[in-house]
């Protein structure tokens, strides 16, 4: 299984994210929001000034490319916990 | 002239109920179970009320005994206010997220992209299967998209 986080922050800020927070698994920068506008997630104007974020979302993509399981929030704060991701990891063998 | 004794209790409920807005800015928005459902806040800000409305009882029903008409009032409605800020963060604000219908469902294809990791190396998601996972010659099962909002 592999985890990987996708938001607007450039690299720089990610690699830092990473460092500050001991994270090892992918962090991948989508500045004009390519993948979040393809899986439309665009929280328009959402950012601290103003800058476009994306919606806090999951998803679990097998190996064929179809997507397995999906959690879109309705409330920010909450989000999938670990034990959701492992379950569903679970079931993909 | 008689001396009223101080009266504490809306101070003691005012302090609460600041403790119990920001210190889920500072706390408890780092656990999941303390995050979700903002529990602990609610029941420092219920304390919080309830010391602030024995204080104003005593304020005002036995206002012989006790100080606090001015200052109870005052720490009241400040406390009021935070206490329907957080209100509102917590039950509509943070709710407030786009519809996203057309975001992938179950059963989709993914949709392909490619974006830069923090080395500033581009990964697509095929490239995600294809890799071996870290200290193995195993590709991975799946691979877990986590959308965030980032440093915003």
Known sequence: ??????????PEESRELCKKAG????????????AIRAYDLLHAGQGVNGNDV???AEFL???NGVIRW??????????????QFLAQARQLK | MERRKRNSYPWIGFVLCLIGVTSYFFLFYRWPITRDVPWANFLILAAGAGFLISGLRRAFARSQEFKGKIAGPILGAISLVAIGFFCFLIFYATKQLPKSAGAPKVGDKAPEFTLTDTNNKEVS????????????????????????RGYW
């Open chain 1, 70 to 83: 999906v959690n879109l929030t309705e409330d920010f704060r909450v989000r999938a916990r670990a034990e």
């Open chain 1, 61 to 63: 993509v097998d190996s």
């Open chain 1, 1 to 10: 299984m592999r985890t990987v986080a996708i938001s607007v922050d450039t």
């Open chain 1, 23 to 34: 994270y090892t698994f992918l962090f991948l920068s989508d500045p004009g929001a390519k």
């Open chain 2, 125 to 148: 998601l095929a490239s995600l299967f294809a890799m071996p996972l870290p200290g193995t010659q195993k590709q991975p099962k799946g691979v877990f998209l986590v959308f965030y």
């Open chain 1, 54 to 56: 994306a919606r806090p």
